[in-house]
């Protein structure tokens, strides 16, 4: 029997396992939870065998079981941490998270929801609204950089491109030595070396004084010095023994002295350069002359001036010689390749390019201007003189030859020798009389007119020449060899005019329109306005007359005449023809005589282009066709007010009373006719006849102001009792009701009026701004706060009510409540103009551009805006610009008495006398009767008789000026 004894026993790191055979059905690492894989090593993949009854066997009895994997059904496990339980409601994490979600949980949550929500709002207004002011404070108090910087940060816009490169870099003055290291310097030769070096080689006889031991011979050609060697140079013998003697020596030579004065021999060399230039620009020849003058620009125009690359340069030249080589006949390729050598600077390559064209090519017009235009002059006129030869019949060669002339004699003589070959051509018979005097040249029209009697030119220059009887036969030769020309039979009507034959004018024109329908010639209606507007530019208002009432109504439609006749009168007017247009206006109040709006335009125009006596005849003649139109005696009897015939005004005033008997404004402006002239009694009269004929309010309401403004209060109080009887709505009662009794002193009483004014006229915003003003004018700030909560309840989104809220709380110094109110206001009215320009002004200095900005781009066109704007530039100090805004605005809006009053300071101020002038003329003829501050002066009873450039006067004293 045989002994194994174990390897374990022999080798103590052996185990005792190792060499025995695995049991059955053993894998390797099933037990601790191993399964196979592949590498690329690999042949095939590894087996993952499926664990049976055997494998669990050796997994239970060799290592630890394997853990049974997870369903997927199942959930985490509940987190039992420490750090997820509370002491309240224990753990974390929801009771029923394993069971089923269904509707009724869904429709829980929802409610949960809603809930949450709710809560949520009942205090999210007061929430945001301190979150706002919070963030609004801390703003305020520390600003961002972009807010501080915003205004300059705008005026970026304007620096340009040599200051943006001018601002230093940010590291410029940190560093300096290291990142600009000093280059090496270099010292110039002093004089004296320079000196003592041209005195090199010259014999001399003066001792140097460098030289302090050794002796100095003058032997010419040889020096030799000793003190440790032998040297020996050209120029002179000089010995030196170091240590030895010195001897004195002696100079002979050129020079004379050791000191040269540089400076004398740089002008010497430069009077020497005059000489020779003086010497050669006298000499006349060759073309070896010089001119001194125009030497550097000769230079300048030598520089090559094309900008593009020699690769492209040399592409061009093999192109173009290709072209010239396939198409040697063509003289394209020969201009072209010429301009290209030209453009890189080679002009002798040109000249020598368009020769050898010419060569092969000499019956090209464009190849011998072109060789013309290269050569110098006094080249150019040989290459003239061939060119005559070969293309005697081009004009533009010989206008070509007729300008490389210089004296009008030869140019005379050059241009005849054309027309003998060109007898034909007009441009040579026009650039020929251009040279000639007024006699001398019309001789020669004479004769172009017979060689070219096509051409109008001629003919009519002849015309202008000619005396009136020659003329007149010249153009009936003109018609009778030009039938179709239009401009001869005008040059006719002209004529006539000239001489003083108005009655022909007319008729010509007339002949003129039925000879060319009769020769099929298109009557071209614009062109025959054109030439109206050059007769009255040449001072033939006649022919223009003529021409328009001819030809005006041709082409338009029936229905389209008032429309279109009245675009050619505006059209006129921008080409500053205004006979034109006055005759435009003649013709179609002739066809709609009883047309209101044209006369009213008629009338509108000779105010501002024709005269008063012009005017007053339209007027006249207006309402004399259309008695209705109050408008027109009213524009009548103005007229004749302003003139100072206040008779001749109360005589048209009285025809539109038998006209118009029931018509307001006619009564009207008879009152303020007679109260302007002091006449009271007859106003008083006046309204009370026209209480009695016309019942009206405004008669009422006029008659008490006119006692108002002659302090009779008791009279007026009377007439606005029985106007309130009558007309019990009517709000301008209450309004001067209450201003009455405020100025007695009454202000319950007036509150009391303003009140019920209220009750009766909801949407009055004068008569709430009344009350309002009044409660604060008595100190009772909360109640004018109430008032005008109510009024904008029943008011909503007036700008009107909004601002007056914001001043109320400004002059109350509450300037955060106003500009939160401000705020407000501007996002239920975002497009008032008022409000926009008051939250400009309300904003700190360095932020007010910014809103400008803003504002102008809600409210373009608004005049509250652009005045805004034109003060704000106005306290920058930019006068000029602020200036030009002033002009916009009162331009936009000329009724705006603001601007008007703000403009006339700015002027008075900044301005000279006429600019001044100026806007007080224009605002007379605007005659503005709008904005706040003017009509707050106009309404003032102190003021009821002033006028319009009184009132201007007034309020711009009470200006301040903008800051």
């Not at 005019?497 to 298109?522: C, D, F, M, N, Y």
Request: aromatic share 8%.
């Amino acid at each position: 029997m045989t002994t194994t004894i174990p390897g374990s026993l022999v080798n103590k790191t052996k185990k005792h396992f190792m060499g025995m055979s695995a049991p059955a059905g053993y894998v390797a690492g099933v037990g601790r939870g191993a399964t196979g894989f592949t590498t690329r090593s690999d042949i095939g993949p590894g087996v993952d065998l499926p664990a049976d009854p055997g494998m669990a066997g050796a997994a239970a009895a060799g290592a630890t079981p394997a853990k049974k994997p997870k369903d997927d059904d199942n959930d985490e496990p509940e987190d039992l941490n420490d750090a997820n339980y509370d002491e309240f409601e224990g753990y974390g994490g929801s009771l029923f998270a394993k069971d089923p979600y269904d509707k009724d949980d869904q429709e829980a949550d929802e409610i949960y929801h809603a809930v949450d929500m709710r809560q949520d709002e009942r205090r999210r207004d007061y929430r945001e609204r301190k979150y706002k002011e919070a963030v609004e404070n801390y703003r305020k108090e520390r600003p961002k950089i972009q807010q501080q910087f915003s205004d300059l940060r705008r005026q970026l816009a304007t620096v340009k491109e040599e200051e943006w490169a001018s601002i230093p870099e940010v590291g410029d003055s940190r560093n300096r030595a290291k990142r600009n290291p000093r280059m090496e310097t270099f010292t110039p030769v002093p004089d004296s070396v320079i000196a003592s070096a041209m005195g090199y080689g010259q014999m001399n006889t003066v001792m140097d004084s460098s030289i302090q031991n050794g002796i100095s011979t003058p032997y010419s050609g040889f020096q030799s010095s000793l003190g440790g060697g032998f040297q020996s140079t050209f120029g002179g013998f000089q010995s030196i023994l170091n240590p030895g003697l010195v001897t004195p020596g002696w100079k002979t030579g050129t020079g004379t002295s050791s000191d040269l004065d540089l400076r004398k021999i740089g002008q010497a060399k430069n009077r020497i350069m005059d000489i020779r230039l003086n010497q050669v620009s006298d000499s006349v020849s060759g073309q070896t002359v010089v001119d001194p003058k125009g030497y550097l620009t000769d230079l300048q125009s030598m520089i090559p001036q094309f900008g593009a690359d020699m690769q492209d340069i040399k592409k061009g030249r093999m192109l173009l010689k290709s072209l010239r080589e396939t198409n040697p006949e063509k003289p394209q390729g020969w201009v072209a390749s010429a301009r290209l050598e030209e453009a890189s600077g080679k002009l002798q390559a040109a000249r020598n390019l368009i020769m050898e064209g010419l060569e092969r090519i000499d019956k090209s017009e464009d190849l011998w201007l072109e060789a013309i235009r290269l050569h110098p002059p006094n080249v150019g006129k040989n290459i003239v003189a061939n060119s005559v030869r070969a293309l005697p019949h081009s004009v533009k060669i010989w206008l070509k030859a007729a300008d490389l002339e210089i004296d009008v004699k030869g140019k005379r003589k050059v241009l005849r020798r054309a027309l003998e070959s060109n007898p034909s051509s007009v441009r040579l018979w026009k650039a020929a009389i251009d040279l000639e005097d007024p006699e001398d040249a019309r001789m020669l029209l004479s004769r172009a007119v017979e060689c070219c009697p096509l051409s109008t030119e001629l003919w009519l220059a002849l015309a202008k020449l000619e005396t009136y009887e020659n003329a007149q036969k010249v153009l009936n030769k003109a018609r009778e060899n030009i039938p179709t020309e239009r401009m001869i039979w005008i040059a006719a009507a002209r004529l006539e005019e000239t001489r003083g034959q108005a009655k022909r004018v007319p008729i010509l024109i007339e002949r003129a329109l039925i000879s060319l329908r009769s020769a099929q010639v298109e009557i071209n209606r614009k062109q025959w306005l054109e030439d109206a507007v050059e007769c009255e530019a040449a001072n033939c208002p006649l022919t223009s007359r003529a021409i328009i009432q001819n030809v005006i109504a041709i082409g338009v439609e029936d229905e389209d005449r008032k429309h279109t006749w009245m675009e050619d009168a505006e059209w006129f007017i921008t080409q500053h023809a205004i006979q034109s247009a006055r005759a435009v206006y003649s013709y179609i109040l002739n066809i709609f005589s009883k047309k209101k709006s044209i006369w009213t335009r008629a009338a509108f125009f000779e105010r501002e282009f024709g005269s008063v006596e012009n005017y007053e005849e339209i007027l006249k003649k207006a309402t004399e066709n259309c008695p209705d139109a109050e408008n027109l005696w009213l524009m009548q009897a103005k007229s004749r007010w302003q003139g100072g015939d206040v008779e001749g005004a109360r005589q048209i005033l009285a025809q539109a009373f038998r006209h118009n008997p029931n018509s307001e404004e006619i009564w009207m402006a008879a009152v303020k006719l007679e109260s302007e002239n002091e006449e009271f009694d007859r106003a008083r009269k006046l309204l009370e006849r026209a209480r009695n004929s016309a019942p009206s309010p405004r008669f009422w309401m006029k008659s008490a102001r006119l006692e108002w403004c002659l302090n009779d209060l008791v009279r007026a109080k009377e007439l606005l009792n029985e106007g309130i009887k009558l007309y019990p709505n009517f709000e301008k009662f209450y309004m001067i009701f209450g201003q009455i009794y405020t100025q007695e002193g009454n202000f319950d009483e007036a509150r009391k009026f303003y009140i019920e004014g209220t009750k009766r006229n909801v949407h009055c915003i004068p008569l709430w701004l009344l009350l309002v003003r009044l409660e604060e004018f008595r100190g009772r700030h909360i109640k004018a706060r109430s008032e005008l909560d109510i009024a904008k309840t029943k008011n909503p989104k007036c700008d009107e009510l909004w601002l007056e809220g914001v001043r109320i709380e400004m002059r109350a110094g509450q300037r955060e409540l106003a500009q939160s109110m401000l705020a407000r206001a501007l996002q239920e009215c975002e497009h008032s103009g008022r409000l926009w320009a008051e939250a400009i002004f309300i904003e700190l200095r360095h932020a007010r551009k910014t809103k400008i900005v803003d504002a102008l781009k809600k409210c373009e066109h608004d005049p509250h805006v652009l005045l805004a704007g034109s003060k704000l530039i106005w306290a920058e100090r930019k006068y000029k610009k602020a200036r030009e805004w002033f002009m916009r605005t009162v331009k936009v809006e000329p009724d705006f008495g603001d601007a008007w009053a703000y403009f006339y300071k700015f002027e008075q101020i900044h301005g000279t006398q006429e600019q001044k002038d100026e806007v007080k003329k224009r605002c007379l003829q605007a005659e503005p009767r709008h904005g706040e501050l003017w009509q707050a002066a106009s309404k003032d009873v102190k003021n009821w008789r002033k006028r319009t450039g009184e009132l201007l006067e007034i309020i711009a004293v009470k200006l301040e000026i903008p800051t």
